[in-house]
């Protein structure tokens, strides 16, 4: 007799945690690991949004919020979206929850149910495709190469389409590829998603302030669709804020209401220190403030870096990432090659041997949708990260 139920049963387990466990793992044993498989800012979360967060304990905000977050920092949000965005909400459009994670699967778990398909271009982040499992719903691929920036076109989103399409699901800076879909480009996806009025569109937009092609671009400001689009964001990457748990929607109002109905029943809302935290950060111009930008300059410096230290590694082929902090090389110049004792068959190949001789934790790109890649991090210093290549690089000497 099984205990877990099917619906457990049917999940897997995140690559990008599995991987961060086996390194820490590894790490317990006095083994130096350098960790490049894990989604988050190397930095602290700056002093004035920490400061908001203590006084916050000092003035007793610490009892039950409403579901979708204090009014206030919805109003913020909203603010937040005209000014950086040009994006038009009023608070009850406003779902704050655990995590950009947690609006997610709000959104998801609201729209889609048994026989909904829900279209996800790949390379994609992780938790995706489980998340689609827990809706019952039936996720349909598309595949982004290389070639193209690991971007879909309109014409490979339409015809994926069917009359059982509910949601196309994306995020822009991508993780795991850092790709970043221009105005034009979300223009497009658009104008196909408008003559679909039964399709929404959920646009995981966390990596927003990690850009380093110039302004971010919302699908959402295309008033033609604005009423079909659920936009997610937060706080956890632009501000270094992860284990603050704040993540937000800005939905239609139907949508947003059942968000809360459904994050009533499952955890309320999110903790009452973290709002106010996300409170003061949300309330600054992310573009005018030193601090933020000091950090998406480091974060642009080490793209160079890493894009620039692969380039010695034989068989390494990379694209050039406009956001996020990830680089995705096909490595497929591998696969079949053997050392004498090891053979490599595949990226979960090449991935447990760099950990297991290099030291250094990267993710196999199967995680994601695309089982010819690996994903690195360049969330760690300069001095980590030619350390990570320069192992890299030793340990496959043999099988180049």
Known sequence: MEILSERLRSLSESETLAMTRKSRELKDQGIDVINLSIGEPD????????????????????????????????EAIAAKLTRDNHLQY??????????????????????????????????????????IKLAQGTPVYIQATIDHDFKITPGQLEAAITDNTKVLLYSSPCNPTGSVYSREELK??????AKHPQIF????????????????????????????????????????????????????????????????QVTSATCSISQYAALEAIKIDPYKSEEIQSMIRIFHERRDL??????????????????????????KYYFGKSN?????????????????????????????GNPNCVRLSYAASKELLIEAVRRIKDALKAFA
């Not at 659920?230 to 239609?252: C, D, E, L, Q």
């Open 43 to 74: 930095f602290n979360t700056p002093d004035f949004i920490k400061d908001a967060a203590i006084q916050a304990i000092h003035d007793n905000h610490t009892h039950y919020a409403p579901v979708s977050g204090y009014y206030e920092l919805r």
């Open 90 to 131: 009023k608070p009850e459009q406003i779902v704050v929850s655990g995590g950009a994670k947690q609006s997610i699967a709000n959104a998801v778990l609201s729209l889609v149910g048994p026989g909904d398909e829900v279209i996800v271009p790949a390379p994609y982040w992780v938790s995706y495709k489980e998340i």
């Open 188 to 193: 497009g996806i658009a104008e196909v998603i």
């Open 201 to 264: 569109i959920i646009s995981d937009e966390i990596y927003e302030l990690i850009n380093f092609a110039g302004k971010h671009e919302s699908i959402a400001q295309f008033d033609f669709i604005r009423d079909q689009v659920v936009t997610i964001n937060g706080v956890s990457k632009g501000f270094a804020m992860t284990g603050w748990r704040v993540g937000y929607m800005a939905a239609p109002i139907t949508i947003a209401k059942a968000c809360d109905k459904l994050q009533g």
């Open 306 to 331: 890493i894009l620039e230290l692969l380039k010695d590694i034989p068989g390494f082929r990379t694209n050039v990432p406009e956001g996020a902090f990830y680089v995705f090389p096909n490595i």
């Open 340 to 368: 004498g004792s090891f053979t490599i068959n595949n990226a979960k190949d090449v991935c447990l041997y760099i950990l297991e001789q290099a030291h250094v934790a990267l993710v196999p790109g199967d995680a994601f």
